[in-house]
């Protein structure tokens, strides 16, 4: 899986460390989250969410970057976002997963999840440069 970045009048921002792979499938739990799966990837983004308030909303809105039809098309333009609710998600996430959570570090190394930390870091700089152009940035992945 690949992550794509992109800042509204400016296009993709290029590659992510590890492709972004790591932090496209936290965010895809994270969307089936509540409805009763199990995985450590649920784990994760539930002690991101509760015990480091990392807000989720922003991380669950990306769509596949392949539009094969219009209603592709419509659904990744819904996709872009006010880039400072993206950095205060990404913020919170980067706090959480260096706080020496015990529990949440072993989750990740579970998930083999290395990656997650360093990607979320790299985005985290795109949302902020996004926010200081004033500008909606919008996340797309690629099987």
């Not at 992109?6 to 499938?25: K, R, W």
């Not at 219009?70 to 976002?81: I, P």
């Not at 006010?82 to 913020?91: G, H, Q, T, V, Y």
């Amino acid at each position: 899986m690949e992550l794509t970045v992109e800042i509204e009048g400016e296009g993709s921002q290029g590659e992510l460390p590890g492709g972004g792979a790591d932090l496209v499938a936290l965010m895809s739990f994270a969307v089936v989250r509540g409805f009763g799966a199990r995985h450590p990837y649920i784990e994760i983004v539930d002690r991101l969410h509760l015990d480091h308030d990392v807000r989720l909303g922003p991380l669950t809105t990306f769509y596949e970057g392949l539009v094969e039809d219009e209603e592709d098309a419509m659904k990744l333009e819904m996709t872009w976002q006010d880039a400072p609710k993206l950095r205060a998600s990404l913020e919170a996430m980067e706090r959480g997963l260096a706080a020496g959570d015990a529990v949440l570090d072993a989750l990740v190394a579970e998930v083999q999840g290395e990656g997650l930390r360093e990607q979320c870091t790299a985005v985290l700089g795109l949302a902020q440069e996004a926010e200081a152009q004033g500008k909606r940035i919008r996340l797309s992945y690629a099987l």
